[in-house]
């Protein structure tokens, strides 16, 4: 009998995802599964998607509509979402990142990023762009401890953060010099 009622959950939330992007009044928790949620996130972060507003922590992505009714998205298990906006004067205090409300000092431009964990493996070491809001995105594995060194026109800024549900999506405090 479980297995029979566990098989008509999975068929119907299978079904109604189909005609989720026409409901526009959908309230509540949405099973991520059914969603690509990096690139949703990548869409709120890059301003694809308009007249919604997108904050994301260390679990969840919450999208408030015009309606003030909110979605909630769970991120995925074994990756951490943290934007970082490096600086050289302007920047604003900032824990939980808001995707379509932080903006950066240094918009669309090119930075060097080398970020190694804990014990010196080498995470990530390439060039990325800042995102026309001025922050760079990044997804990266959870619950480690990183060093990171950001590099731009011969100025560099080297910090520590680390990836644990306890801590900030949104790093602001990250100056060049």
């Avoid at 990548?42 to 507003?53: K, V």
């Amino acid at each position: 009998m479980r297995k029979q009622l566990l098989l008509v959950c999975i068929a119907s939330i299978i079904a109604l995802s189909g005609c989720a992007g026409q409901q526009s009044e959908s309230k509540g928790n949405i099973d991520s599964e059914l969603v690509n949620i990096k690139q949703l996130v990548n869409d709120y972060s890059a301003g694809n998607i308009e007249d919604q507003s997108a904050s994301i922590n260390s679990t969840q992505l919450i999208v408030t509509k015009q309606d003030n009714s909110q979605l909630t998205y769970a991120l995925p298990k074994d990756e951490f979402f943290v934007s970082i906006a490096p600086y050289i004067e302007q920047t604003h205090p900032c824990a939980t990142h808001s995707l379509t409300g932080c903006q950066g000092e240094l918009m669309n431009e090119e930075f060097e990023i080398y970020i190694e964990d804990h014990e010196g493996n080498v995470i990530r070491d390439e060039t990325i762009t800042s995102n026309s809001h001025g922050f760079i995105d990044l997804w990266l594995p959870r619950d480690q401890e990183y060093r990171i060194t950001i590099t731009q026109n011969g100025k560099t800024v080297k910090s520590d953060f680390s990836t644990f549900e306890s801590d900030d999506t949104c790093i602001t405090t990250m100056q060049l010099a």
